[in-house]
């Protein structure tokens, strides 16, 4: 009964002064609006960066020339790999689901009036397997024009729009500078992947037409290797460095002149990063919850002042010390938990919107609204028990001679 008095009054008082509780519960709404919105639009930043990870293909190992990053290391230092490397690797690693040599180039594609920039790589069908890509249209390449290194081509979403339209371009010819392909396949669209890059802006030719039309040498920059599920890709990256070091006759006295990145350990790094960057701004949209709790305890102590004779007549007639303390700490809770209920509703719609402009998907956590609500709360009470404790022991006799 006592609180439900108490709730009353704390009601009373906030309607009696509109203007200045809403002021007052500002910094909490924009306090707890901040902090979700932070722990939401990380959360979604990185369930989109897993899943354009995922879009690479599952268990996908890039091996590359050169020795990595460092001090003294550089990618582009070593010899580029052979088309038989991949063969080798496939023959002789059990684990793994394919292995695609693949070269690549930017050049300039032409149909008809129209021109696109694009990259251009040379690969082989393992090349689609590895990157879990699928045919919106047409098909893969054949034996017989992987092996005679044929001038025909697959696009991507991305080439296909700039050049075509909206028309179907599988039977088309384009020309790739001075080479005339054939299309016979359209890539599923795929967006961005992790970096930034338009995954679908590509034109894909086997590796031999590459070679001879395009690159003029039988360089290999790149091999992209795809690990069977429920192998250990640790595993299979150890066997692939003992292949290539024979076949590149690197002495057990040397460093590697290739290395071998796991798709996986990236998708950790950058998610990992996206998360302490996420606490990082929600540590720093927490603050703004301490400067409401401070607005809150200065509006309860002017709020104190102003009504020392009301405090007085209620002592006077007898009411208890507990009594008093307990009005004025129910209205800093109820003030503060209603700008923490209005921060929620502000949250939703701010994370909504910036997730739709992002192009994220909107990832609520629960217990982050919750946590946001109850810490709201709780700043009512730290912050608002000085100024009732204070209400609370007010001289009865000196409150009512208060002016």
Not at 203 to 208: A, E
Request: contains cysteine.
């Amino acid at each position: 009964m006592m609180l439900w008095n108490a709730l009353r009054l704390a009601m009373r008082e906030i309607r009696r002064n509109v203007l200045r509780s809403s002021l007052t519960a500002l910094g909490i709404v924009i306090g707890v609006a901040a902090v979700i919105t932070m722990v939401t639009i990380g959360a979604g930043a990185t369930a989109a960066v897993s899943a354009q990870i995922a879009s690479l293909g599952s268990n996908i190992l890039m091996v590359r020339p050169g020795q990595g990053f460092g001090p003294g290391r550089s990618l582009g230092a070593s010899r580029p790999f052979e088309t038989r490397d991949a063969e080798v690797i496939a023959q002789q690693v059990r684990s793994l689901r394919a292995v695609a040599p693949t070269s690549s180039t930017r050049s300039t594609a032409i149909f008809g009036n129209r021109n696109w920039q694009t990259m251009v790589n040379g690969t082989t069908n393992d090349y689609f397997v590895a990157g879990n890509w699928s045919l919106a249209d047409g098909r893969y390449f054949t034996a017989s024009e992987l092996r005679a290194g044929r001038s025909v081509c697959i696009l991507g979403e991305t080439a296909r729009r700039e050049l075509f339209g909206l028309q179907n371009p599988v039977g088309s010819k384009l020309r790739l500078n001075k080479l005339s392909c054939q299309i016979v396949g359209l890539l599923q669209a795929k967006g961005q992947s992790a970096m930034g890059t338009d995954q679908d802006d590509i034109i894909v030719l086997p590796i031999r037409a590459f070679q001879r039309r395009i690159s003029g040498n039988t360089d290999v920059g790149s091999l992209i290797v795809s690990v069977r599920d429920g192998a250990a890709t640790e595993d299979a990256q150890r066997e692939i460095e003992q292949v290539l070091r024979q076949r590149r006759h690197i002495n057990s006295n040397e460093e590697d002149d290739f290395n071998v990145f796991d798709t996986k350990q990236i998708a950790e790094t950058l998610t990992g990063a996206t998360r302490i960057l996420t606490m990082l701004l929600s540590a720093v949209a927490g603050v703004s919850l301490l400067v409401g709790g401070i607005g809150i305890m200065n509006i309860m102590l002017v709020s104190v002042t102003e009504r020392t004779r009301e405090v007085g007549i209620r002592l006077a007639i007898g009411a208890l010390e507990r009594e008093v303390l307990g009005q004025f700490l129910v209205e800093a809770v109820v003030l503060s938990s209603f700008g923490g209920l209005l921060g929620i509703g502000l949250a939703l719609v701010v994370s909504s919107v910036l997730t739709s402009l992002m192009n994220i998907p909107l990832v609520l956590e629960l217990w982050v609204i919750l946590l946001a609500f109850g810490f709201s709360a709780a700043v009512g009470v730290i912050f608002g028990y000085v100024p009732a404790q204070r209400a609370a022991r007010l001289d009865p006799i000196d409150a009512l001679r208060h002016e």
